[in-house]
C-alpha cells in the first residue's frame, strides 16, 4: 500500500524533499505508536467488557452505543471498533516501504485484510447509524455517515487498483483510507483539547452544540485535506515549496500526534485498559 520510500533522498534532491522524507517518516512512527496505544484499548476495553458480558459499559466511552433494544446496532458498533482497532494497529504497517520491497506477499495479505477491515469497519458504523442514530441527532448522523461511506469506497478503490497493477492510483488511495482510519482515534484526542483550552464551549449532553456539529465532520475532512497535500507533494519536483509547505504541515501533526498521545495514554487509554480487563468501572 502507501509508502513514503518514493520521497527518499538522494545526491540531486535538495533539502525540502529530504525534510519531507523525514518527516513524513516521523508522521508514520508517530501515528503507528499512537494508533497502536488507542487499538489497543479499543480492543481490551470494548472487547474485554463484551467477553464478560459487560457490553453496556461502551457507554462510559461515548453515551448511547449499547443498547439492548436494538440487538443490530449493538452487533454493527462492535463490528466498527474491532475492525477500526486492527485497523489503527496494523495500518502503519502497510506504509512501511521496506515491507514492501522485501516482504510483498506478506504486503499484498495485510492489504486485503486491511482493506476488508476498512469496509466492515465502515459499514458496522453506517449499519449502527441506520439502526439506531447517533446520539448527535441528524447532522452527527449525517457527519458520520459520510465517514462511513467514504470508508467504504477508499477500501474498494485502494483494492481494485492494486488488483488492476495501477500502484500510483493504489498508493493515493491507499494514503486517503489511512487518513479516514485514524479518524475515530484523532475524534477522542480533539475533544480532549477544546475541553483542555476552551472548557465546554459550544459542546452540549447531546453532542447537538455547534462544536460538536463542526466535529461532525472535522474528525476526518481535514485528514483527507492532508492526505491530498501528501499525494501531491509526491508528484511535485524534488525541493518545491509545496514540498516543504506539506513537510511543515506534517511536522505540526507530529507535534500534536505525540503531545496528544502522552497526554490521552496516562489520563484515558491506560486506565480504560486496566478497566477493561479488570471490570472495574472507569
Not at 545526491?11 to 501515528?31: C, H, K, Y
Not at 449493538?74 to 466498527?80: E, K, Q, S, T
Not at 448527535?136 to 470508508?151: E, I, K, P, S
Request: proline content about 4%.
Amino acid at each position: 500500500m502507501a509508502t513514503v520510500a518514493s520521497l527518499a533522498s538522494g545526491p540531486g534532491r535538495e533539502w525540502p524533499s529530504r525534510a519531507l522524507f523525514w518527516i513524513a517518516r516521523l508522521l508514520v512512527a508517530a501515528s503507528w505508536i499512537s494508533g497502536v496505544l488507542f487499538g489497543v484499548y479499543i480492543l481490551l476495553f470494548f472487547g474485554g467488557t463484551a467477553l464478560t458480558g459487560a457490553a453496556e459499559r461502551w457507554n462510559e466511552s461515548l453515551p448511547g452505543l449499547h443498547d439492548g433494544t436494538t440487538p443490530l446496532a449493538v452487533v454493527a458498533i462492535g463490528a466498527h471498533f474491532l475492525t477500526g482497532g486492527l485497523l489503527l494497529v496494523l495500518g502503519p504497517v502497510q506504509l512501511i516501504g521496506a515491507i514492501r520491497r522485501t516482504a510483498p506477499a506478506l504486503h499484498r495479505w495485510l492489504g486485503r485484510f486491511y482493506v476488508a477491515a476498512a469496509a466492515i469497519a465502515g459499514v458496522g458504523g453506517v449499519g449502527f447509524i441506520l439502526a439506531k442514530g447517533t446520539i448527535g441527532g441528524t447532522v452527527m448522523n449525517l457527519g458520520f455517515g459520510l465517514y462511513g461511506l467514504l470508508m467504504v469506497l477508499c477500501a474498494a478503490l485502494a483494492f481494485t487498483h492494486a488488483r488492476s497493477r495501477r500502484m500510483e492510483q493504489h498508493r493515493a488511495w491507499a494514503i486517503r483510507l489511512f487518513a479516514l482510519t485514524v479518524g475515530s482515534w484523532l475524534y477522542r484526542m480533539e475533544y480532549g483539547f477544546w475541553f483542555l483550552t476552551a472548557g465546554r464551549v459550544g459542546h452540549m449532553d447531546g453532542f447537538s452544540g455547534w462544536f460538536d456539529m463542526v466535529m461532525a465532520f472535522a474528525f476526518y475532512l481535514p485528514n483527507l485535506a492532508v492526505a491530498e497535500l501528501f499525494i501531491r507533494a509526491r508528484r511535485t519536483s524534488p525541493g518545491s515549496a509545496e514540498q516543504l509547505t506539506t513537510a511543515a504541515v506534517l511536522l505540526a501533526a507530529s507535534a500534536f500526534i505525540t503531545i496528544a498521545t502522552w497526554f490521552f495514554t496516562i489520563r484515558f487509554w491506560g486506565p480504560g485498559m486496566a478497566s477493561g480487563l479488570s471490570g472495574a468501572p472507569l
